[in-house]
């Protein structure tokens, strides 16, 4: 059963269960993981009336099996592994500093790329909501918040529309609130839930991105 028609689809309605628990305006800023989390990301901030940013995050795909996440890097350097995967696959830490230096690289290049010259989204003292499409393994999300909390946000809310359970339940230790409109059993795969998950790419990352600075719709507020 699809529950999504596409990510707008599921922003909308993830936004509607955000607003109710947090409000709009204030203090509040959402950080969308990219690139699938940034259509998302834009209708809560929209619905929310609040500013949208990136939060650059990189999986790092197993040698030879790059679909596979053995962990993440996200913006300031701070990589996760999935300590399971690394030591059931027996992955040498050579390949592991590889994989981060590779990904590091695009990571870098893609941050400078979507915000186009515009600085990054001040979170200090503030309450983040990190959004994404979904949650499977959550690496990806877990490394976006650790590194965000090297940033000193008062509170990080996670928001996704749909997520594995036991993901959703093991990052409540790790976020102030964790919201997760679906957790649906058994859970194979973010896209079994949408009818529509075709990538998104840079260019619509890029276009989204410059729509919420310009105030488009409710995302009113500068960054």
């Known amino acids: 059963m699809k529950v999504f028609q596409n990510r707008v689809d599921a922003g ?3 936004g509607q269960r955000l607003h109710v628990l947090l409000g709009g305006g204030g203090d509040l800023v959402v950080l969308a993981l990219p690139r699938g989390g940034v259509p998302v990301g834009f209708e809560v901030a929209r619905m929310l009336g609040v500013p949208l940013d990136v939060f650059a995050v990189r999986k790092l795909g197993t040698p030879g099996h790059e679909e596979l996440a ?5 913006t300031g350097g701070v ?3 999935n300590a399971g995967v690394v030591r059931r696959l027996g ?8 994989a981060v230096e590779r990904e590091a690289r695009e990571l ?19 309450t983040v909501i990190l959004v994404d499409d979904g949650l499977a393994t959550g690496s990806t999300m877990r490394a976006a918040l650790r590194a965000l909390r090297q ?3 008062a509170r990080i809310v996670v928001g996704v529309p749909v997520g594995a359970p036991e993901t959703c339940a093991s990052l409540q230790g790790e976020a ?3 919201v997760c409109l679906y957790t ?3 859970f194979f795969a973010v896209g079994q839930w949408y009818e529509d998950f075709t990538q998104t790419t840079d260019d619509e990352v890029r276009e989204l991105l410059a729509r919420a600075a310009h105030g488009d719709g409710a995302v009113q507020e500068a960054l």
């Open 12 to 14: 909308r309605a993830l």
């Open 70 to 74: 053995m962990g993440a890097i996200a």
């Open 79 to 81: 990589a996760v592994l």
């Open 91 to 98: 992955i040498p830490e050579a390949a592991i500093a590889a």
């Open 108 to 126: 870098a290049r893609r941050d400078q790329l979507f915000r186009d010259g515009r600085p990054p989204a001040r979170v200090e003292g503030r």
């Open 151 to 153: 940033q000193g946000p």
């Open 176 to 178: 102030d609130a964790v």
């Open 184 to 186: 649906p059993e058994p």
